[in-house]
Nanobody, 122 residues
Framework: VQLQASGGGLVQAGGSLRLSCAAS????????MGWFRQAPGKEREFVAT????????YYADSVKGRFTISRDNAKNTVYLQMNSLKPEDTAVYYC????????????????WGQGTQVTVSS
């Protein structure tokens, strides 16, 4: 599986962005998908995950109520809608695919995209 993330950019605090992650291959629907982020000088952290069919979604406490993860298996794409953005959301955002149904654990992801930069100005 190859993953290509897009949709990052510069936005003011309180604004919104939607990230997309397009996957290659015909088995996209059999992977749990996740978004992680890494800010400068910090470790990569979990943001959100979604199960194969989209029934189960989990979020980091820091983004709960502001971010929404979704997927369109017909388009081999997973999305991250980010609303009410804060400066502390500034990071490189990565999408990832797991053979698990879903996961919050970085080590349980098998494939990673290249990352897209999100910068939130105050």
């Amino acid at each position: 599986v190859q993953l290509q993330a897009s949709g990052g950019g510069l936005v003011q605090a309180g604004g919104s962005l939607r990230l997309s992650c397009a996957a290659s291959g015909r088995t996209f629907s059999s992977y749990g998908m996740g978004w992680f982020r890494q800010a400068p000088g910090k470790e990569r952290e979990f943001v959100a995950t979604i199960s194969w069919g989209g029934a189960f979604k989990y979020y980091a406490d820091s983004v709960k109520g502001r971010f929404t993860i979704s997927r369109d298996n017909a388009k081999n794409t997973v999305y991250l809608q980010m609303n009410s953005l804060k400066p502390e959301d500034t990071a490189v955002y990565y999408c990832a695919a797991s053979k698990k149904t879903y996961s919050r654990d970085y080590d349980e992801y098998d494939y990673w995209g290249q990352g897209t930069q999100v910068t939130v100005s105050s």
